[in-house]
């Protein structure tokens, strides 16, 4: 046997419930890859959920794509590169890839011997860090806000949906004038709702993020026309092709780029290039991750390329006992990302057993 590659579906309850304009979350069920290949062995983790309410990949859309086809171009790539042309062949399946680009990513950085985030180009040695917080009582939002501020968060990001929009950023803001805020929307809106999306420009939102449907590009470039308000997309970008396109014809202003959506750490480089050739504004998203998936986000937010504010939180904020030994920390607003070669995880193999409801063998080479 030279190589395998296995995976463990995780059952993990967040220390808070989550909600967003799709739904209510209260735990993370991640499928967390391992493969063993040349001796080195790594870990990554899909950003995919039980339900395809985010985005039509779901766990159950992953696993038969990995099993039928991009298990054995994992043993047969040599590195990240080399699987995305083999990927290619296979239509959408971003999150699907992405998990396991990232684990050649991984894997490439142990041969090394170097940390994941000075493999990546050029490295600022920090990821700047803002808060998603989910929606829930005016009263308990403020507090969140409040306490994520003194925290030294630096950027705000609250979850609205229709109908509760002007409640609830009125709110935030007139408790706090001065904060760099967001709002997202997750497509929860559409072009019906032009007249209230018009009103969001008396908040003073630094951007407001993916108003209309998952794939829209044309109805956010006819709403950046109509307010003052920068648009940023995430949902809708799912590859380098689809932000040039956004960016071609003024749908956003910024990306919200999240490894896992747009098919690995490669595209999420390409898409930061790209969005500074127009002079748009990049940052690195989350999706709830364990501590394995966010070593590759803060990799990634560690870039010279990423200029905004992600939503790279400290790995306390989710979990009450993660899968990692090295959970980030935050100083200032800002995480430095792990000195230990690879994505930078180390993985508490007991803490994951436990957590584990499913596991098994994708392929062996
Ligand atoms: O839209 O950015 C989003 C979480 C799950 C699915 C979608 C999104 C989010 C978040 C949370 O906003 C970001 C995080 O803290 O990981
Ligand atoms: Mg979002």
């Not at 894997?107 to 860090?129: C, F, I, M, N, T």
């Amino acid at each position: 046997m030279k190589g395998k590659l296995s995976y463990s579906i995780l059952w993990m309850p967040l220390i808070y419930p989550f909600e967003t304009s799709f739904g209510r979350q209260t735990e993370r069920v991640p499928i967390i890859f391992r493969l063993e290949k040349g001796g080195v062995t790594g870990y990554s983790e899909c950003v995919t959920d039980v339900d395809p309410f985010y985005s039509y990949e779901s766990n159950s859309t992953v696993m038969p794509v990995i099993k039928s086809y991009l298990g054995k171009m994992v043993g047969e790539a040599n590195g990240p590169d080399e699987f995305m042309e083999a990927a290619e062949l296979i239509k959408g399946h971003n999150m699907a890839k992405g998990a396991l680009e990232m684990l050649l990513w991984d894997h490439q950085a142990r041969k090394d011997g170097k940390p994941l985030h000075k493999l990546l180009g050029e490295s600022k040695g920090y990821a700047e860090v803002g808060v998603s917080l989910g929606m829930e009582s005016t009263e308990g939002l403020i507090a969140k806000v409040g306490n994520s501020v003194n925290m030294g968060y630096r950027r705000i990001k609250v979850k609205i949906k229709r109908g509760r929009e002007v409640e609830i950023l009125s709110a935030v803001r007139d408790a706090f004038p001065d904060i760099a805020l967001t709002a997202d929307a997750n497509s929860d809106y559409s072009i019906k709702d032009m007249d209230t999306l018009k009103k969001i420009d008396r908040f003073n939102l630094e951007y407001i993020e993916q108003p209309f449907d998952h794939d829209d590009l044309i109805y956010h470039s006819r709403l950046a026309k109509e307010i003052a308000t920068p648009i940023c997309l995430d949902e809708s970008i799912t590859s380098p092709e689809r932000a040039r396109k956004a960016l071609e014809i003024g749908a956003c202003s910024v990306i919200n780029i999240k490894p896992g959506r747009v098919g690995g750490l490669g595209n999420s480089i390409k898409i930061a290039r790209i969005a500074r050739e127009f002079g748009a504004h990049t940052w690195v998203g989350g999706m709830l991750e364990t501590g394995i998936g966010r070593a590759y986000n803060v990799s990634l937010a560690a870039s010279a390329f990423i200029d905004y504010p992600g939503d790279t939180s400290p790995n306390s904020r989710y979990f009450a006992s993660d899968i990692v030994k090295n959970p980030f920390s935050m100083k200032e607003g800002r995480i430095v990302p792990s000195g230990e070669i690879g994505a930078g995880y180390i993985p508490d193999e007991g803490i994951m057993e436990k957590y584990t409801i499913e596991k098994g063998v994708v392929c062996e080479w």
